[in-house]
């Protein structure tokens, strides 16, 4: 955790403050190492505090790294936070993305009038954006337990099986692997209820010469994966396959471009670009990524309003879609780590289109 807090501790003059209070749970888990329901941080170069309740007492002691101080809070956590703030703290930087108006009013309320607060944005956010060596392993190994659940799915053919049961066998095979949980609730999708980009399994059976769009990613050590395949059972119509190969053509394009220092409208582009020139641009209505790591959707951005540019160390998805109303959709998914040699591709799955009748 030490660089993760060397890393924090140097963004703190830029927000014009002497600590910074963590509220968001995943945050904390970055910094600290806390995997509970209930706590908070409070970093700076005089402080290095967790605060949790009596629950957690026994699981922060196993979990929170050594160099912070440890409270069990009495009542409030906010209270024994304030309580502990070092004297040379008088603005302390809060996460306005995470704190309820609520919250942000009980603070100030707690805080002595000398202690300012100011908003931290989202600047944890943008340290996780940056994976360390050992969490590009951990989502290369959530990515090939997806993998693997998908060829074991993928075996017991799709065709007379409702939606809800092949999400289910889905769910079943990731967990069985050692998920400790779904990264997002698995899309099924055949035909046209693929034209859905978020699309809910229904208890309707998969028929034959359709396209189904499977999207599910597993979690494992904390580290979310994201994958998407459309697979077909057995022919499918001309049309249905040149909307496939638009879409991987995209895919494949825009991974390319994929790299340090690239914008994520540039890459986003890429693909929409293609997809336009087919004249299909306006059936491709979403962005074409986003990062991933201990959550699923995460900084950075890739899309046509994003403001983000990509750095060594980014992992991001890269989905195109071509979504026909009433009649199919595709969508092509990739994890991706960006590195100084170029885009690495952590899905190991092929494609293809793949038969799955
Ligand atoms: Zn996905
Ligand atoms: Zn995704």
């Known amino acids: 955790m030490s660089g993760r807090i060397e890393r924090l501790l140097e963004r703190l003059p830029g ?10 749970l995943v945050n904390l888990r970055y910094l600290t190492g806390f995997t509970g329901s209930s706590g ?11 605060v949790t309740d009596f629950r957690y007492e026994e699981q922060s002691a196993a979990e929170v790294d050594g160099g912070f101080e440890r409270v ?10 304030g309580e502990h703030l070092p004297e040379s703290v008088s603005r302390l930087a809060f996460e306005d993305t995470h704190l309820t108006v609520k919250q942000h009013g009980r603070l100030s309320e707690l805080l002595d009038d000398r202690v ?22 951990r989502i290369r190994a959530a990515s090939q337990l997806a993998d693997e659940a998908l060829r074991e799915v993928m075996e017991q053919g799709f065709v007379g099986r409702t939606e809800r049961e092949v999400a289910l066998a889905m769910e079943r095979a990731m967990r069985d692997r050692g998920a400790q949980r779904l990264s997002f609730d698995t899309i099924i999708a055949a035909g046209p ?11 309707v059976a998969i028929g034959a010469g359709e396209l189904v769009v499977v999207d599910w990613g597993a ?31 995209a895919q494949l394009a825009s991974l390319q471009a994929v790299r340090a220092g ?49 750095a060594v160390g980014n992992i991001v998805t890269v989905e195109p879609g071509v979504y026909l109303p009433g009649q199919l959709g595709v969508r092509i998914e990739d994890l991706v780590v960006v590195t100084a040699d170029g885009p690495e591709i952590l899905t190991g799955l092929s494609k293809e289109l793949t038969d799955v009748a």
Do not use: M, N, W
């Open 15 to 24: 927000l014009q403050a002497e600590a910074i209070l963590v509220t968001s």
């Open 40 to 50: 908070l941080a409070v970093i700076g170069p005089d402080i290095r505090l967790f």
């Open 72 to 81: 069990i809070a009495p009542r409030e956590l906010f209270a024994a936070a």
């Open 116 to 137: 300012g607060l100011v908003a931290a944005g989202e600047t944890i956010e943008a340290l996780r954006a940056i994976k360390e060596p050992g969490e590009i392993e």
């Open 193 to 203: 209820h693929g034209a859905l980009p978020h699309a809910q399994p229904r208890d």
């Open 219 to 249: 979690e494992l050590d904390g580290y979310c994966s994201d994958c998407t395949r459309t697979l077909a059972t057995g022919e499918i119509s001309d049309e249905a396959r040149q909307v496939y190969e638009l879409v991987l053509e």
């Open 262 to 310: 690239a914008g994520g409208q540039e890459v986003d582009g890429v693909a929409r670009q293609i997809i336009a020139a087919a004249g299909h641009g306006e059936h491709f209505g979403h962005g074409l990524g986003h990062g991933v790591g201990l959550e699923v959707h995460e900084a950075p951005t890739l899309s046509f309003r994003a403001k983000d540019t990509l």
